[in-house]
Protein backbone atom coordinates (compact mmCIF):
# COMPACT_ATOMS: atom_id res chain seq x y z
CA UNK A 1 0.00 0.00 0.00
CA UNK A 2 1.57 3.66 -1.21
CA UNK A 3 0.77 5.84 1.84
CA UNK A 4 1.71 9.25 -0.02
CA UNK A 5 1.73 9.73 -3.35
CA UNK A 6 4.56 11.41 -3.32
CA UNK A 7 6.23 8.22 -2.84
CA UNK A 8 5.20 7.40 -7.30
CA UNK A 9 6.37 10.87 -8.45
CA UNK A 10 9.04 10.75 -11.57
CA UNK A 11 12.44 11.29 -11.02
CA UNK A 12 12.12 14.92 -12.63
CA UNK A 13 9.70 15.91 -10.21
CA UNK A 14 11.81 14.59 -7.00
CA UNK A 15 14.96 15.87 -8.38
CA UNK A 16 13.45 19.08 -8.40
CA UNK A 17 12.27 18.80 -5.00
CA UNK A 18 15.11 17.72 -3.66
CA UNK A 19 16.86 20.96 -5.15
CA UNK A 20 15.02 23.39 -3.76
CA UNK A 21 14.97 21.59 -0.77
CA UNK A 22 19.08 21.40 -0.21
CA UNK A 23 19.31 25.03 -1.10
CA UNK A 24 17.16 25.95 2.09
CA UNK A 25 18.65 23.51 3.92
CA UNK A 26 22.87 24.52 3.20
CA UNK A 27 21.26 28.13 3.91
CA UNK A 28 19.16 27.32 7.28
CA UNK A 29 21.91 25.26 8.64
CA UNK A 30 24.65 27.80 7.80
CA UNK A 31 22.53 30.64 9.75
CA UNK A 32 21.79 28.54 12.34
CA UNK A 33 24.34 26.10 13.19
CA UNK A 34 28.35 27.49 14.23
CA UNK A 35 29.70 24.68 13.21
CA UNK A 36 28.01 24.48 9.72
CA UNK A 37 28.51 28.42 9.30
CA UNK A 38 32.15 27.20 9.97
CA UNK A 39 32.35 23.99 7.84
CA UNK A 40 30.81 25.77 5.05
CA UNK A 41 32.47 28.42 4.88
CA UNK A 42 35.81 26.52 4.75
CA UNK A 43 34.64 24.14 1.53
CA UNK A 44 33.98 27.80 0.06
CA UNK A 45 30.26 26.80 -0.65
CA UNK A 46 27.01 28.52 -0.02
CA UNK A 47 23.28 27.82 -0.42
CA UNK A 48 23.88 29.91 -3.92
CA UNK A 49 25.93 27.61 -4.96
CA UNK A 50 23.80 24.99 -4.99
CA UNK A 51 22.09 24.77 -8.52
CA UNK A 52 20.61 21.29 -8.08
CA UNK A 53 20.38 18.19 -6.16
CA UNK A 54 23.92 17.06 -7.51
CA UNK A 55 26.04 19.86 -6.10
CA UNK A 56 25.48 17.81 -2.48
CA UNK A 57 28.99 16.61 -3.39
CA UNK A 58 30.34 20.03 -2.78
CA UNK A 59 29.50 20.04 0.55
CA UNK A 60 31.34 18.54 3.32
CA UNK A 61 30.95 15.67 5.62
CA UNK A 62 29.45 15.25 8.72
CA UNK A 63 30.55 12.35 11.08
CA UNK A 64 29.37 11.00 14.68
CA UNK A 65 33.12 12.79 15.83
CA UNK A 66 31.48 15.95 14.97
CA UNK A 67 28.45 15.35 16.68
CA UNK A 68 30.38 13.86 20.12
CA UNK A 69 32.54 16.51 20.10
CA UNK A 70 29.85 19.22 19.95
CA UNK A 71 27.53 17.46 22.64
CA UNK A 72 25.53 17.79 23.58
CA UNK A 73 23.59 20.67 21.91
CA UNK A 74 26.17 22.50 19.89
CA UNK A 75 25.07 20.98 16.67
CA UNK A 76 20.88 21.95 17.33
CA UNK A 77 19.59 24.85 15.20
CA UNK A 78 16.53 25.91 17.00
CA UNK A 79 16.24 27.66 21.04
CA UNK A 80 15.13 25.24 23.80
CA UNK A 81 11.58 26.88 23.57
CA UNK A 82 10.75 25.26 20.65
CA UNK A 83 12.16 21.53 21.28
CA UNK A 84 9.81 18.88 22.16
CA UNK A 85 11.80 15.86 22.42
CA UNK A 86 15.54 14.41 22.74
CA UNK A 87 16.81 11.31 22.08
CA UNK A 88 20.24 9.75 22.51
CA UNK A 89 22.41 7.20 21.32
CA UNK A 90 23.56 4.59 23.70
CA UNK A 91 27.03 5.72 23.69
CA UNK A 92 28.79 2.32 23.66
CA UNK A 93 31.54 3.58 21.34
CA UNK A 94 31.77 6.76 23.67
CA UNK A 95 30.04 9.82 23.90
CA UNK A 96 25.98 9.25 23.37
CA UNK A 97 25.18 11.54 20.34
CA UNK A 98 22.10 13.95 21.41
CA UNK A 99 19.47 14.53 19.33
CA UNK A 100 16.64 17.02 19.50
CA UNK A 101 13.28 17.22 17.73
CA UNK A 102 10.87 20.11 16.83
CA UNK A 103 7.10 19.66 16.71
CA UNK A 104 7.59 19.48 12.66
CA UNK A 105 10.57 17.02 13.23
CA UNK A 106 8.05 14.94 15.24
CA UNK A 107 5.36 15.30 12.81
CA UNK A 108 7.72 14.45 9.87
CA UNK A 109 9.14 11.39 12.08
CA UNK A 110 5.32 10.33 12.29
CA UNK A 111 4.59 10.41 8.57
CA UNK A 112 7.69 8.61 7.39
CA UNK A 113 7.04 5.90 9.79
CA UNK A 114 3.88 5.35 8.51
CA UNK A 115 5.27 5.44 4.79
CA UNK A 116 7.59 2.55 5.78
CA UNK A 117 4.76 0.48 8.06
CA UNK A 118 2.12 0.83 5.07
CA UNK A 119 5.28 -0.48 2.82
CA UNK A 120 5.97 -3.23 4.86
CA UNK A 121 2.27 -4.63 4.48
CA UNK A 122 1.06 -2.87 7.83
CA UNK A 123 -2.59 -1.76 7.21
CA UNK A 124 -5.10 0.44 9.35
CA UNK A 125 -6.55 -1.97 11.58
CA UNK A 126 -3.79 -4.37 12.38
CA UNK A 127 -2.64 -4.61 16.07
CA UNK A 128 1.04 -4.32 15.92
CA UNK A 129 3.15 -5.77 19.15
CA UNK A 130 6.38 -3.49 19.55
CA UNK A 131 9.18 -4.72 20.57
CA UNK A 132 11.78 -2.25 20.00
CA UNK A 133 12.89 -0.26 23.28
CA UNK A 134 11.19 2.61 24.55
CA UNK A 135 13.08 5.73 25.78
CA UNK A 136 16.34 7.46 24.95
CA UNK A 137 16.64 4.86 22.01
CA UNK A 138 14.71 5.78 19.34
CA UNK A 139 12.78 2.77 17.94
CA UNK A 140 10.14 1.86 20.33
CA UNK A 141 8.26 5.70 20.29
CA UNK A 142 9.42 5.79 16.31
CA UNK A 143 7.18 2.88 15.63
CA UNK A 144 4.78 3.73 18.15
CA UNK A 145 3.80 7.06 16.62
CA UNK A 146 4.03 5.29 13.39
CA UNK A 147 1.33 2.77 13.72
CA UNK A 148 -0.96 5.34 15.18
CA UNK A 149 -0.64 7.55 12.47
CA UNK A 150 -1.11 4.80 9.78
CA UNK A 151 -4.56 4.10 12.05
CA UNK A 152 -3.02 0.75 13.53
CA UNK A 153 -3.08 -1.03 17.07
CA UNK A 154 0.03 -0.42 18.64
CA UNK A 155 1.11 -2.66 21.92
CA UNK A 156 3.65 -0.85 23.65
CA UNK A 157 4.87 -3.25 25.04
CA UNK A 158 8.69 -2.55 24.23
CA UNK A 159 12.03 -4.69 24.34
CA UNK A 160 12.41 -8.02 26.84
CA UNK A 161 9.97 -9.90 28.99
CA UNK A 162 9.97 -12.35 26.51
CA UNK A 163 7.45 -15.22 28.30
CA UNK A 164 4.85 -12.09 28.32
CA UNK A 165 5.41 -10.98 24.65
CA UNK A 166 4.75 -15.35 24.18
CA UNK A 167 1.78 -14.68 25.86
CA UNK A 168 0.57 -11.56 23.84
CA UNK A 169 1.08 -12.80 20.60
CA UNK A 170 -0.93 -15.85 21.12
CA UNK A 171 -4.06 -14.08 23.40
CA UNK A 172 -3.85 -11.07 21.42
CA UNK A 173 -3.31 -12.38 17.42
CA UNK A 174 -0.97 -10.28 16.87
CA UNK A 175 -0.64 -8.90 13.05
CA UNK A 176 2.42 -7.12 13.49
CA UNK A 177 5.95 -7.89 15.35
CA UNK A 178 8.95 -5.23 15.07
CA UNK A 179 12.24 -6.31 16.65
CA UNK A 180 15.57 -6.69 16.31
CA UNK A 181 16.49 -9.75 13.89
CA UNK A 182 18.61 -11.41 17.20
CA UNK A 183 15.22 -11.04 19.13
CA UNK A 184 13.38 -12.24 16.56
CA UNK A 185 15.12 -15.87 16.40
CA UNK A 186 15.32 -15.59 21.02
CA UNK A 187 11.32 -15.20 21.17
CA UNK A 188 11.06 -18.37 18.48
CA UNK A 189 13.37 -20.21 20.67
CA UNK A 190 11.87 -19.37 24.35
CA UNK A 191 8.40 -20.52 22.38
CA UNK A 192 9.85 -23.70 21.19
CA UNK A 193 11.08 -24.57 24.88
CA UNK A 194 7.61 -23.33 26.80
CA UNK A 195 5.81 -25.68 24.20
CA UNK A 196 4.47 -23.18 22.20
CA UNK A 197 5.14 -23.60 18.18
CA UNK A 198 6.12 -20.07 17.31
CA UNK A 199 4.70 -20.98 13.62
CA UNK A 200 0.89 -21.02 14.91
CA UNK A 201 1.31 -17.42 15.75
CA UNK A 202 -1.48 -14.87 14.00
CA UNK A 203 1.61 -13.18 12.89
CA UNK A 204 1.41 -11.84 9.44
CA UNK A 205 4.83 -9.47 9.08
CA UNK A 206 7.62 -9.39 11.53
CA UNK A 207 9.24 -5.93 10.86
CA UNK A 208 13.26 -6.26 11.57
CA UNK A 209 15.56 -3.50 12.13
CA UNK A 210 18.68 -1.86 14.61
CA UNK A 211 21.12 -4.50 13.36
CA UNK A 212 22.48 -6.08 10.30
CA UNK A 213 20.53 -9.09 8.75
CA UNK A 214 21.75 -10.96 5.96
CA UNK A 215 19.34 -12.92 3.74
CA UNK A 216 20.32 -16.63 5.20
CA UNK A 217 19.33 -15.22 9.04
CA UNK A 218 15.87 -13.51 7.39
CA UNK A 219 14.89 -16.53 5.94
CA UNK A 220 15.66 -18.43 9.68
CA UNK A 221 13.05 -16.07 11.05
CA UNK A 222 10.71 -16.05 8.32
CA UNK A 223 11.12 -20.11 8.65
CA UNK A 224 11.07 -19.59 12.57
CA UNK A 225 7.97 -17.58 12.88
CA UNK A 226 5.85 -18.53 9.65
CA UNK A 227 5.60 -14.79 8.72
CA UNK A 228 6.87 -12.22 6.00
CA UNK A 229 10.40 -10.51 7.27
CA UNK A 230 10.93 -6.94 6.25
CA UNK A 231 13.18 -4.86 7.05
CA UNK A 232 13.27 -0.80 8.18
CA UNK A 233 16.50 1.61 8.47
CA UNK A 234 17.25 4.41 10.09
CA UNK A 235 19.43 5.75 12.77
CA UNK A 236 18.88 8.72 15.76
CA UNK A 237 20.96 11.41 13.54
CA UNK A 238 18.65 11.59 10.68
CA UNK A 239 15.48 11.25 12.55
CA UNK A 240 15.23 7.52 13.71
CA UNK A 241 13.29 4.52 12.20
CA UNK A 242 11.42 5.86 9.32
CA UNK A 243 14.45 6.72 6.78
CA UNK A 244 13.76 3.58 4.56
CA UNK A 245 11.68 0.32 3.87
CA UNK A 246 11.51 -2.61 2.04
CA UNK A 247 8.16 -3.39 0.25
CA UNK A 248 6.42 -6.39 1.02
CA UNK A 249 5.29 -6.79 -2.38
CA UNK A 250 9.39 -7.11 -3.91
CA UNK A 251 11.59 -7.15 -0.81
CA UNK A 252 14.18 -6.35 -2.91
CA UNK A 253 15.99 -2.90 -1.33
CA UNK A 254 14.34 -0.63 0.99
CA UNK A 255 12.90 2.46 -0.57
CA UNK A 256 14.49 5.71 1.19
CA UNK A 257 11.66 8.47 1.66
CA UNK A 258 14.66 10.69 -0.55
CA UNK A 259 11.95 13.71 -0.36
CA UNK A 260 13.09 14.24 3.16
CA UNK A 261 16.47 12.07 3.23
CA UNK A 262 18.76 12.73 0.30
CA UNK A 263 21.43 8.99 -0.17
CA UNK A 264 25.12 8.93 -1.46
CA UNK A 265 27.05 6.13 -1.61
CA UNK A 266 31.09 7.25 -1.19
CA UNK A 267 34.45 4.95 -0.70
CA UNK A 268 34.75 4.52 2.55
CA UNK A 269 38.52 5.60 2.44
CA UNK A 270 38.64 8.23 -0.06
CA UNK A 271 35.15 9.86 0.44
CA UNK A 272 34.72 9.64 -3.25
CA UNK A 273 31.16 9.22 -4.33
CA UNK A 274 30.66 5.98 -6.24
CA UNK A 275 27.92 5.32 -9.23
CA UNK A 276 25.09 3.50 -8.56
CA UNK A 277 24.96 -0.19 -7.91
CA UNK A 278 28.70 0.07 -6.28
CA UNK A 279 28.93 -0.93 -2.77
CA UNK A 280 29.90 2.10 -0.64
CA UNK A 281 29.35 3.80 2.31
CA UNK A 282 26.42 5.36 2.69
CA UNK A 283 25.84 9.02 3.21
CA UNK A 284 22.56 10.82 3.97
CA UNK A 285 21.67 14.77 4.17
CA UNK A 286 18.25 15.56 6.11
CA UNK A 287 16.36 17.91 3.63
CA UNK A 288 13.44 18.98 6.01
CA UNK A 289 14.90 18.44 9.75
CA UNK A 290 14.60 21.74 12.08
CA UNK A 291 15.96 20.65 15.88
CA UNK A 292 18.61 18.91 14.10
CA UNK A 293 19.66 19.85 10.17
CA UNK A 294 22.28 17.36 9.36
CA UNK A 295 24.45 17.56 6.12
CA UNK A 296 26.18 14.33 4.24
CA UNK A 297 26.37 12.21 7.32
CA UNK A 298 28.72 9.56 6.96
CA UNK A 299 26.60 6.60 8.39
CA UNK A 300 29.47 3.86 8.10
CA UNK A 301 26.92 1.77 6.92
CA UNK A 302 27.46 -0.30 3.94
CA UNK A 303 25.29 -0.48 1.12
CA UNK A 304 24.48 -0.36 -3.06
CA UNK A 305 21.48 2.27 -4.37
CA UNK A 306 19.12 1.02 -7.18
CA UNK A 307 17.39 3.21 -9.04
CA UNK A 308 14.07 2.84 -11.64
CA UNK A 309 10.46 2.30 -10.42
CA UNK A 310 9.68 -0.51 -8.46
CA UNK A 311 7.06 -3.03 -9.06
CA UNK A 312 5.26 -2.29 -6.01
CA UNK A 313 5.02 1.37 -7.95
CA UNK A 314 7.31 3.07 -6.11
CA UNK A 315 10.13 5.48 -7.98
CA UNK A 316 12.19 6.63 -4.78
CA UNK A 317 15.69 4.89 -4.86
CA UNK A 318 16.16 1.65 -2.88
CA UNK A 319 19.13 0.67 -1.14
CA UNK A 320 20.21 -2.71 -0.49
CA UNK A 321 20.08 -4.78 3.41
CA UNK A 322 22.66 -3.02 5.14
CA UNK A 323 24.87 -6.02 6.38
CA UNK A 324 27.89 -4.83 7.87
CA UNK A 325 29.70 -1.42 8.45
CA UNK A 326 32.61 0.14 7.08
CA UNK A 327 33.60 0.45 10.94
CA UNK A 328 33.18 -2.96 11.56
CA UNK A 329 36.16 -4.14 9.31
CA UNK A 330 38.70 -6.54 11.20
CA UNK A 331 41.71 -7.05 10.67
CA UNK A 332 43.25 -10.08 11.19
CA UNK A 333 46.89 -11.06 10.25
CA UNK A 334 46.64 -8.44 7.48
CA UNK A 335 43.19 -9.99 6.27
CA UNK A 336 39.89 -7.94 6.05
CA UNK A 337 37.00 -9.70 7.63
CA UNK A 338 33.75 -8.17 8.11
CA UNK A 339 31.50 -10.24 10.95
CA UNK A 340 28.45 -10.90 8.66
CA UNK A 341 30.57 -13.06 6.17
CA UNK A 342 31.50 -15.28 9.05
CA UNK A 343 27.43 -15.28 9.85
CA UNK A 344 26.88 -16.13 6.10
CA UNK A 345 29.11 -19.41 6.74
CA UNK A 346 27.46 -20.35 9.71
CA UNK A 347 23.87 -20.10 8.60
CA UNK A 348 24.95 -22.24 5.37
CA UNK A 349 25.15 -25.21 7.66
CA UNK A 350 21.50 -26.92 8.67
CA UNK A 351 23.22 -28.98 11.64
CA UNK A 352 23.60 -25.18 13.64
CA UNK A 353 22.09 -22.75 15.37
CA UNK A 354 22.24 -19.57 14.08
CA UNK A 355 23.87 -18.10 17.23
CA UNK A 356 27.71 -17.23 17.06
CA UNK A 357 30.16 -15.04 18.71
CA UNK A 358 33.76 -13.93 17.13
CA UNK A 359 36.87 -13.56 19.82
CA UNK A 360 39.61 -11.66 18.87
CA UNK A 361 42.79 -11.67 21.28
CA UNK A 362 46.74 -10.99 20.36
CA UNK A 363 49.11 -12.95 20.84
CA UNK A 364 52.50 -11.96 21.20
CA UNK A 365 52.36 -9.27 18.02
CA UNK A 366 49.66 -11.41 15.89
CA UNK A 367 45.84 -11.11 16.24
CA UNK A 368 43.67 -14.23 16.61
CA UNK A 369 40.21 -15.31 15.57
CA UNK A 370 38.24 -17.44 17.34
CA UNK A 371 34.74 -18.31 16.52
CA UNK A 372 31.95 -19.96 18.51
CA UNK A 373 29.00 -21.79 16.83
CA UNK A 374 26.06 -23.51 18.64
CA UNK A 375 24.80 -26.70 17.26
CA UNK A 376 21.58 -27.55 16.33
CA UNK A 377 19.94 -29.22 19.54
CA UNK A 378 18.27 -31.82 16.94
CA UNK A 379 22.07 -32.89 15.32
CA UNK A 380 22.85 -36.35 15.82
CA UNK A 381 26.11 -36.24 13.54
CA UNK A 382 29.92 -36.56 14.17
CA UNK A 383 31.33 -33.45 15.38
CA UNK A 384 34.13 -33.87 13.97
CA UNK A 385 33.18 -34.26 10.10
CA UNK A 386 30.72 -30.91 10.82
CA UNK A 387 33.47 -28.62 12.48
CA UNK A 388 36.23 -29.74 9.82
CA UNK A 389 33.41 -28.98 6.63
CA UNK A 390 32.90 -25.89 8.57
CA UNK A 391 36.59 -25.08 8.91
CA UNK A 392 36.80 -25.40 5.39
CA UNK A 393 33.59 -22.89 4.19
CA UNK A 394 35.12 -20.13 6.50
CA UNK A 395 38.65 -20.54 5.49
CA UNK A 396 37.23 -20.24 1.66
CA UNK A 397 34.88 -16.98 2.32
CA UNK A 398 37.41 -15.56 4.68
CA UNK A 399 41.10 -16.09 3.11
CA UNK A 400 42.46 -17.61 6.44
CA UNK A 401 41.32 -20.31 8.70
CA UNK A 402 40.11 -19.30 12.44
CA UNK A 403 42.75 -20.26 14.75
CA UNK A 404 39.62 -21.99 17.04
CA UNK A 405 36.21 -23.10 15.74
CA UNK A 406 34.31 -24.17 19.09
CA UNK A 407 31.04 -25.79 18.32
CA UNK A 408 29.04 -25.85 21.71
CA UNK A 409 25.64 -27.03 22.92
CA UNK A 410 22.69 -25.63 22.16
CA UNK A 411 22.07 -22.50 24.46
CA UNK A 412 25.48 -22.05 25.55
CA UNK A 413 25.60 -18.39 23.81
CA UNK A 414 24.37 -15.21 26.03
CA UNK A 415 21.24 -14.16 24.19
CA UNK A 416 20.62 -10.69 24.12
CA UNK A 417 16.61 -9.98 25.01
CA UNK A 418 17.13 -6.15 24.93
CA UNK A 419 19.03 -4.21 23.21
CA UNK A 420 21.48 -4.85 20.19
CA UNK A 421 23.19 -7.81 19.90
CA UNK A 422 26.68 -8.42 20.52
CA UNK A 423 28.33 -10.58 18.09
CA UNK A 424 32.12 -9.48 18.09
CA UNK A 425 34.32 -9.68 21.36
CA UNK A 426 37.82 -7.49 21.01
CA UNK A 427 40.30 -8.41 23.79
CA UNK A 428 43.10 -7.33 22.21
Not at 101 to 126: F, H, I, K, N, Q
Not at 154 to 181: A, H, K, M, N
Not at 212 to 232: F, G, H, K, S, W
Not at 296 to 323: I, K, P, W
Request: aromatic letters at 6%; charged letters at 30%; hydrophobic letters at 35%.
Amino acid sequence: MIYNDREAISRDELTSLQSDRLRETVAYASENVPFYRERLADAGVSADDIDSIEDVSRLPFTTKEDLRETYPDGMFAVSDERIRRIHASSGTTGKSKIVAYTEGDLDLWSEVMARSLAAAGVSPGDTVQNAYGYGLFTGGLGVHYGVERLGGTVIPIGGGQTQRQIELLEDLESDVLTCTPSYALYLAETARKSGVDPREFALSTVIIGAEPCTQPMREEIEAALNATVVDIYGLSEIIGPGVSNECQEVQDGLHVWEDHFYPEVVDPRTGDPLPAGEEGELVLTALTKEALPIIRYRTGDLTTLQYGECACGRTMVRMDNVTGRAYDLLIVRGVNVYPSQIESVVLEFDAVAPHYRIDLEREGELDTIGITVEIDAGFDGDREVLEERMRERLESVLSLSPDTLALVEAGEIERTEIGKVRRVYDHR
